[in-house]
């Protein structure tokens, strides 16, 4: 259902719950436990995920949500499911490790909210990304909505969203829902490649980017205030402080 490795720095993270990664109960309480396992860790700072099958992810798994449906209590079932869902996407979002989506094909509904909570997306050019959901007289109740609008604005979230509109990777990078879009025989290279060079990166630099990378989208911090805060404590670390002697030792001899 999920594999776990780690290499180097990076936990890869394999999506493989055949044939289209459907999202369930027991797939979200796994991953769940998979983040509770990373975070007893400090050996990572990149989770990469990626998938098994064809698809990247195909969204809520449709036989569960049937029975949830038809039961007693439909509404407030297929309600928990999506909690649950915002839940762990939240967890992937709020986390100091990077991550980094590889979307080798489809990533609809469910799926593509998943990929929208990671730090970045590499997506196949033939790749399709959508939230459809408005077709079944449903919003994308995982984080869609919010994490859409946020990333690529609302002239391109109700585009999408609005519009039921499924595009391709190349689309996908020259809207903004993707960082990169690279044909699908080369997706694995350059996302592995990727997850690479940023797990070389210091990982305290690394979770303070991330945390005023965040401040600037939240009126309630000071963006500004936190950057200052954050190079006053990244200076304090001896790490850093030899990185930054043998940068400028390197510029004197130039």
């Known amino acids: 259902m999920l594999e776990l490795e780690l290499h180097e720095r990076v936990a890869r993270l394999t999506l493989d719950r055949p044939p289209v990664n459907a999202i369930n109960s027991e797939w979200l309480a796994a991953f769940n436990r998979l983040l509770d396992q990373l975070a007893r860790r400090n050996d990572w700072q990149v989770l990469h995920l990626r998938s ?5 992810c195909a969204g809520a798994d449709l036989v569960e949500m049937r029975q949830r449906f038809a039961g007693p209590n439909g509404v407030d079932a297929m309600v928990e499911t999506a909690a649950a869902m915002q839940h762990l996407f939240a967890r992937i979002e709020a986390m100091p490790q990077v991550s980094l989506a590889e979307i080798g094909g489809a990533a609809l509904g469910g799926g593509f909210e998943l990929a929208l909570a990671c730090d970045l997306r590499v997506a196949a050019a033939n790749a399709k990304l959508g939230l459809p959901e408005a077709r079944l007289g449903l919003v994308p ?3 869609g909505t919010q994490r859409l609008t946020q990333l690529a604005g609302r002239a391109t979230a109700s585009r999408i ?3 039921c509109e499924v595009v391709d990777g190349t689309t996908a990078a020259a809207l903004g829902l993707v960082q990169w879009a690279v ?3 080369e997706i694995a290279v350059h996302a592995a490649r990727k997850a690479q060079e940023i797990a070389d990166v210091p990982a305290l630099a690394l979770a303070a980017c991330k945390a005023c990378i965040a401040a ?3 009126p309630r911090r000071d963006g500004f205030a936190e950057e200052i805060e954050a190079s006053r404590r990244l200076y304090g670390e001896a790490s850093t402080r030899e990185r930054v002697q043998a940068f400028l030792s390197t ?3 130039t």
């Open 161 to 163: 969203i609005l519009g």
């Open 216 to 218: 600037a989208g939240d």
């Open 183 to 185: 044909p699908g025989a």
């Open 251 to 253: 510029k004197e001899r």
């Open 52 to 56: 098994s099958q064809k698809v990247f």
């Open 141 to 143: 109740g995982a984080g």
